[in-house]
């Protein structure tokens, strides 16, 4: 578990770092607000066309190829990115970027992998915290290497840093990390014939409460994937932010994303259980989301975003953990390969719905409509509390 925490790790430092570059990379371009929002978009489209082949390929394979050939393929990206001199080169390399993005879901089954039922949720924190941490480092060495000056930014040096980061998690996997996946569990599964994505969507389903866990991760991340593709602009409309400001104030939410499911998610999940940690983000979600458009100082930004930060920070690993609880060892990574679709299709729709909003009826908007439909998270969850409870 360390050694993975560690090689996930470096590589989402290498993918924060580029996170406070890309709306102003592409406004460089000439970008519109909507087109920046489908910019944003296009890595989670193609990662959700992957998401499911990679993880049913580690079900055969095992997770560490996956993790190889995805590191690799993300390496390559970051420095096609560097090299962009257009927006349509600046869209096929983040969509190349997304199509190799098959760590994740490989990441995840490890987890499910290596844990007992009982420290699930403990385990699925270990690598929201990596995500965390990766976005406290990340996004401020992307800010500083771009510099402050929306205007005049250096959008080459933090792509280079990032294809270098990802080649040294490649590195560390070739050297330390072992197979989670046993031999006799990925040759019961190659023998299996091969089945199709829908397939897979169709028999996920079919699982009791799967549905609608996956509705609340769908709807949970789509609102916060509107949030971090609009935010720059935002910022910069509101405040005359450049990557630097920005890359400052995502490192500071990367903080207290890593303190909260690094250190505290298992405390509270045994406390409060799964469905009160989603209860609980959803409301802080909408809160925090809420309060943006009225921020009018960087204090008051910087709370709304910090509730914001702590509502994602626990929703998503509470609905993780119930997720895998569901599934059996040799359908794990197929299931947490249709999961991580649901989330990155949210991330695919969620930031071209927030650019639309953005362009056409205001800056505020994205959050406003964030936070009406977090409320309706927030009363799915509650109606839905005796069922969820039964899933331990």
């Known amino acids: 578990m360390p050694i993975l925490f560690f090689i996930v790790l470096i590589d989402l430092i290498g993918f924060g770092i580029i996170i406070p570059l890309l709306p102003f990379y592409a406004e460089h371009f000439q970008a519109s607000p909507e087109m920046v929002g489908l910019m944003m978009a296009t890595y989670s489209f193609t990662q959700f066309l992957a998401a499911p082949f990679w993880g049913r390929l580690s079900d055969r394979v095992g997770r560490r190829p996956v993790l190889l050939i995805s ?70 060495i992307g800010g500083i290497l771009a510099g ?36 006799e569990t990925r040759k019961r599964l190659a023998q299996q014939p091969p089945r199709k994505r829908l397939a897979m969507f169709r028999d996920t389903l079919k699982k009791p409460h799967l549905g609608l866990l996956l509705l609340l991760t769908f709807l949970s991340t ?28 995502f490192a500071f939410i990367g903080l207290l994303s890593a303190l909260i499911q690094g250190g505290l998610v298992g405390r509270l999940a045994r406390r409060f259980g799964e469905v009160g940690l989603i209860i609980q983000g959803a409301l802080a ?64 729709i969620g930031p071209a719905w927030a650019g639309l909003l953005f362009g056409f009826l205001g800056r505020d908007w994205p959050y406003f409509g964030g936070a009406a439909i977090m409320i309706i998270v927030l009363i799915l969850g509650a109606n839905s509390l005796k069922d969820l409870k039964n899933l331990k």
């Open 71 to 140: 590191l690799a393929g993300a390496a390559a990206s970051y420095v096609w990115l560097g090299f962009a001199e257009s927006l349509g080169v600046l869209f096929a390399a983040r969509a190349v970027g997304g199509a190799m993005a098959g760590n994740i879901s490989a990441a995840f089954a490890y987890v499910a992998d290596i844990t007992t039922r009982e420290n699930r949720a403990r385990g699925m924190g270990m690598i929201g915290a990596a995500f965390g941490l990766g976005f406290i480092a990340g996004p401020a």
């Open 148 to 183: 402050p000056d929306p205007l005049n930014a250096d959008y080459q040096s933090p792509a280079f840093a990032a294809a270098a980061l990802s080649f040294v998690a490649l590195a560390i996997s070739l050297g330390f990390l072992k197979e989670s996946l046993s031999a």
């Open 222 to 249: 789509f609102v916060f994937a509107g949030l971090e593709s609009t935010f720059a602009m935002w910022s910069r409309r509101q405040f005359g932010w450049g990557p630097e400001q920005n890359g400052y104030l």
């Open 285 to 348: 979600l909408a809160v925090g989301i809420a309060l943006i458009p009225f921020s009018t100082s960087v204090v008051m930004l910087t709370i709304a975003m910090a509730i914001a930060g702590y509502g994602f920070s626990v929703i998503s690993p509470a609905l993780n953990s119930l997720i895998s609880l569901q599934a059996h060892e040799d359908e794990m990574g197929g299931i947490m390969g249709v999961t991580r679709s649901a989330s990155t299709m949210a991330r695919f």
